[in-house]
């Protein structure tokens, strides 16, 4: 605080050309202003100001030092507002657009954690059903965060965090495989497959594993939801194929279990969450965070 004093004495005789101007406009005495620019000049060995019979003028040094100050003292400005935020002086708002598939599962617990830690700030969670729209909200302002799979390159948004989940086997633990540490395709073909449809982003990676063994798939049922995925999965005895970002509370609760496909070893979808390349506010910041903290965990988990 004595340092960001200091700078604002020199700030405002350059603004002021004047040492008491600037003390009266400071409320401070105008010796205490003289005293810190003059141990200020001797400790850089040169004057910065050139004091002309009813004026202050910046010299050559000083026009290079009062750049330098201003721009800390607008970093000071800007961290002090982020600080009052983490503090909870401030309600604030913050908006998470998403894809459906994680609306009921990574990201609940995290907004509940967020929740305890934050009670004033207001979520807006936003489904959106691809990531080109994920993105175009939060390159235009309207989401502050986007959380989804396989985002394009873009490059007014930043990548906050990614991790990478690889597809495999989803099915009830009763199930006959839940018990294996890995299965084959070809173990899965005298079950009730549930499969994504060709919407999905998942669907490319099981016609390509599928048609690489020659295996011809008839699905009992084919979405472009998670949800039914995971609940027919739980309901049906069937199998379905997805991450275990897809499935994480209901791996948690102990009603789906994740067995690797040997087949898809190799496919994996990144999970991204992504803000705008100006920044976001600290608050928002605090969300990112646990949600990067709760991305990498799931891939331990």
């Known amino acids: 605080m004595l340092h960001s004093r200091l700078l604002t004495y020199v700030d405002e005789v350059a603004r002021t050309g004047s040492i008491r101007q600037a003390a009266s406009h400071l409320n401070v005495a105008a010796s205490a202003i003289s005293r810190q620019i003059l141990a200020l000049e001797t400790q850089l060995g040169t004057p910065i100001f050139q004091r002309l019979p009813r004026k202050l003028i ?38 998470l657009a998403m894809m459906s598939g994680l609306a009921s599962n990574l990201v609940p617990g995290t907004v509940k954690q967020f929740r305890t830690a934050n009670p004033r700030v207001k979520l807006v969670l936003t489904l959106l059903a691809t990531g080109e729209a994920i993105q175009t909200a939060v390159a235009s302002g309207e989401a502050d965060l986007g959380i989804g799979f ?54 490319p990676y099981l016609d390509s594993a599928f048609a690489k063994l020659s295996l011809d798939p008839q699905p009992v049922i084919e979405t472009n939801a998670i949800e039914i995925m995971r609940h027919a999965a739980i309901l049906d005895n069937g199998i379905t194929f997805l991450t275990p970002f897809d499935i994480e509370f209901e791996r948690r609760a102990g009603r789906l279990v994740y067995v690797p496909v040997r087949e898809l070893s190799h496919d994996a979808q990144t999970l991204i969450l992504i803000g705008h390349q100006r920044g976001s506010s600290a608050i928002a910041s605090v969300l990112t965070e646990m949600l990067k903290t709760t991305m990498m965990s799931e891939l331990i988990s």
Request: charged residues 30%; contains cysteine.
């Open 58 to 95: 910046l010299t050559a040094a000083g026009e290079i030092l009062i750049g330098h100050i201003r721009q800390t003292l607008k970093e000071l400005s800007r961290a002090q507002a982020k600080i009052e935020e983490l503090k909870g002086l401030r309600r604030g708002e913050i908006t």
């Open 150 to 203: 396989d985002f394009a390159k873009d490059n007014n948004l930043k990548v906050l965090a990614r991790a990478n989940g690889h597809l495999g086997a989803v099915m009830a633990p009763d199930h006959p495989l839940a018990k294996r540490a890995s299965i084959r395709l070809s173990d899965c073909i005298d079950y009730p497959l549930v499969i994504a449809d060709r919407s999905s982003a998942i669907r």
